[in-house]
């Protein structure tokens, strides 16, 4: 053997035909290490730009126009990152969102 090679042990017969565990194997319980972890929920209704001299105009009763048209889906962000999408409903009194569309993550295109 020259200084060259590598004396590599032989593998055993089938060693390398390991295959990662199918998505139907796992359940909830494979993520029990991060029920815990805390995640910022943002629901975003739309946006707007303004310039600081408009901004300090605001006063209570002001309306800013937002580059969302009635009825369009908004944003659902967690942790700053887009997830999903949904509309706006009304639970018991209070605003909440329901999701209308999971984002995939290529799928984000902001």
Same mark, same amino acid.
């Given at each position: 053997m020259s200084e060259n090679e590598l004396n590599l042990p032989e593998f055993?017969?089938?060693?390398?035909? !390991?295959k990662p565990p199918e998505a139907s194997e796992k359940s909830a319980t494979d993520l029990t290490p991060v029920f815990d972890v805390p995640v910022h929920i943002s629901a975003v !209704?739309? +946006?707007?730009?303004?310039d600081v001299a408009n901004l300090l105009r605001l006063e209570r009763g002001s &309306? !800013?126009?937002l580059? +969302?048209?009635?009825g369009e889906a908004i944003d659902i962000f967690v942790n700053? +990152?887009?997830?999903?999408r949904?509309?706006? &409903?009304? &639970?018991?009194?209070r605003l909440g969102v329901t999701m209308t569309e999971i984002?995939?993550?290529?799928?984000?295109?902001q």
């Open positions: 055993e017969e089938g060693a390398g035909d !390991l !209704l739309g +946006r707007a730009h303004v &309306v !800013l126009e580059d +969302r048209k009635v700053n +990152r887009l997830v999903a949904g509309e706006v &409903v009304i &639970v018991d009194e984002i995939k993550g290529g799928d984000a295109g």
